[in-house]
């Protein structure tokens, strides 16, 4: 039996991962979730459900360690972006004192991944493509080159990303340059991939490359690809990188046809359910290779993955003794069963 926490079940990386677990067939998991919310959607998809604090809160590695001891965790495997740099600085201190392997890159690695100005001078830095990229408050504006983008330097779910063409639509943008990055505009969105690749010690993946559509920042329509350019580029960032665990690497290509990576998520990411079930599931690597168990990975390049909205009920009484005795063995919902 290995017994892994995954925590953030009611975003799409928490069930994500969760699905994921699910459809591991040959190996006995426990999956214990955790999230803040009694209404998280993910609590009622394991095998037993926790309550939290918020993580960062003082007593957040307190709660986690009930957990831990309660359910004799193996993994963590964090699902909020949140928590990573929590996870990060606390990994070994976990393992030593709980026995629990924290599935989570460096302090350093995360820190690159979170900002994107410093994931771009990491590219460049280390001779990778790279989008051009500067601090909107460092740039000389009559210089710059349309069309652009302009984003948050840490940010997530395209929440302030904005396409400028021109110096008229970038004007508004000069009011508050706090943290703002002004980037080089890759392509477009017919050439935009988001690419899985999972690191375990010296052992790497395959590289799975998924053309992306995305609503609201989230990819709701993926189509496998093969290229050798994109998956070298990819495991060749990666590898100088020192990725541990699952990471989401998102490009495009520019007017070249050459991949140029804008977002590194150091972690597992939502599109970890559409690898799974076309035949590249990440956890499954994870934690196989971390046994020892032979995993055979064979991606249908003939599918496409269409992502859809499911409606999930859960009974009052059921919230009401989960946010009263903050953990529960849920009665798995039916929309989940298709997973398990």
């Known amino acids: 039996m290995i017994n892994v926490l995954v925590t953030g079940a009611g975003g799409g990386v928490g069930q994500g991962v969760i699905k994921s677990l699910k459809m591991i067939k040959d190996i006995d998991i426990k999956v214990v979730a955790a999230d803040m919310s009694e209404t998280a959607t993910g609590l009622y998809a394991a095998d037993i459900a926790y309550l939290v604090d918020r993580c960062d809160s003082d007593k957040y590695l307190e709660t986690l360690s009930k957990i831990f001891q309660n359910e004799s965790i193996d993994f963590?495997?964090?699902?909020?972006?949140v928590e990573l740099e929590f996870c990060?600085?606390?990994?070994h201190l976990i393992m030593d004192k709980f026995n629990v392997h924290t599935i989570i890159s460096s302090k350093e690695v995360i820190e690159i991944c979170d900002n994107k100005y410093k994931t771009s001078s990491f590219l460049k830095d280390h001779g990778f493509n790279y989008p051009k990229t500067a601090y909107l408050k460092d740039v000389d504006?009559?210089?710059?080159?349309?069309?652009a983008i302009v984003k948050p330097a840490v940010g997530c779910r395209s929440i302030g990303v904005?396409?400028?063409?021109?110096?008229?639509?970038?004007?508004?943008?000069?009011?508050?340059?706090?943290?703002?990055?002004i980037q080089e505009c890759v392509g477009n969105e017919d050439n935009e991939y988001t690419c899985t690749v999972v690191k375990i010690g010296d052992r790497m993946s395959p590289v799975l490359a998924l053309k992306r559509i995305l609503r609201s920042g989230d990819t709701y329509r993926a189509e496998p690809v093969q290229s050798e350019k994109i998956e070298k580029y990819v495991l060749d960032v990666a590898s100088k990188l020192e990725i541990d665990g699952g990471c989401n690497f998102q490009l495009r290509l520019d007017r070249n046809g050459e991949p140029?990576?804008?977002?590194?998520n150091s972690r597992f990411s939502g599109t970890t359910p559409f690898c799974a079930q076309i035949g590249f599931n990440p956890v499954e690597f994870y934690l196989?290779?971390?046994?020892?168990?032979?995993?055979?990975?064979?991606?249908?390049?003939?599918?496409?993955?269409?992502?859809?909205?499911?409606?999930?009920?859960v009974k009052k009484s059921t919230l009401k003794i989960l946010s009263e005795d903050y953990n529960i063995e849920p009665k798995v919902v039916e929309q989940f069963k298709l997973f398990s």
Not at 141 to 147: A, D, R, V
Not at 260 to 264: D, P, S, Y
Not at 290 to 295: E, R, V
């Open 76 to 81: 963590y495997i964090p699902g909020t972006d």
């Open 88 to 91: 990060a600085i606390n990994k």
């Open 141 to 147: 504006i009559e210089s710059l080159e349309y069309p």
């Open 162 to 181: 904005y396409k400028v063409d021109n110096l008229d639509e970038l004007l508004p943008h000069l009011e508050n340059t706090e943290d703002i990055i």
């Open 260 to 264: 140029k990576i804008f977002e590194i």
């Open 288 to 313: 196989k290779k971390s046994a020892g168990l032979k995993i055979i990975v064979d991606i249908d390049y003939d599918s496409i993955v269409l992502r859809h909205w499911s409606e999930v009920v």
